[in-house]
């Protein structure tokens, strides 16, 4: 496990450091935050966006959860584009969360991808790990892209600090009918 510092941010973070393994990519990063509870429609367009930012050359930052976050990944790595997957994690590195998605770790090193955590397996974790957690992703990216979301959500704490730091904030519009977009109407 290797250490980044994030003090070159010049940002004020709850965590100095992310501890990693992978490669830190230099390209331009975007990341794409959401719901756990995606519906399918939001996950395919996730997917193709993700794959489509990829292969123009950017760097896909979230946050390896269900939903949203996993979809971006996965459409990176139906890229094949190496340096194109930052995940930032709540949990240690040995400890990934959910467990379902360990299965993908080898495929995103193989592209040389960078898997953070603000957590080294020291400290016991909490749910505000999840929220501070958001603020490293937002910290690390020119634009956040905010997808399908309840009012109540942790993906929205990552809209608040890129909105305090400055960031720029995209949102996917909600479908009309969609009730799980109630969080867009920021």
Request: glycine share 8%; aromatic share 12%.
């Amino acid at each position: 496990m290797k250490v980044f510092d994030l003090s070159f941010l010049n940002l004020s973070l709850p965590y100095e450091k992310l501890y990693y393994v992978g490669g830190w990519s230099e390209k331009r990063k975007v990341a794409i935050v959401g719901t756990r509870s995606a519906t399918l429609e939001y996950c395919k367009f996730t997917f193709n966006l993700a794959k489509q930012l990829a292969l123009a050359g950017l760097n896909i930052v979230s946050g390896f959860a269900y939903g949203i976050d996993i979809y971006a990944h996965l459409g990176c790595l139906d890229s094949r584009v190496p340096g194109s997957i930052t995940a930032i994690l709540a949990v240690p590195l040995d400890k990934i969360s959910p467990k379902e998605h360990t299965k993908y770790v080898k495929d995103i090193l193989e592209l040389d991808g960078f898997i953070g955590t603000v957590n080294k397996g020291d400290k016991e974790v909490f749910r505000n790990d999840f929220v501070l957690r958001n603020s490293v992703i937002a910290a690390i990216s020119e634009l956040v892209v905010f997808f399908e979301s309840a009012k109540k959500n942790w993906a929205i704490h990552t809209v608040w600090f890129s909105l305090e730091y400055g960031k720029e904030v995209g949102v996917v519009p909600r479908a009309p009918w969609g009730v799980r977009n109630e969080g867009t109407k920021i």
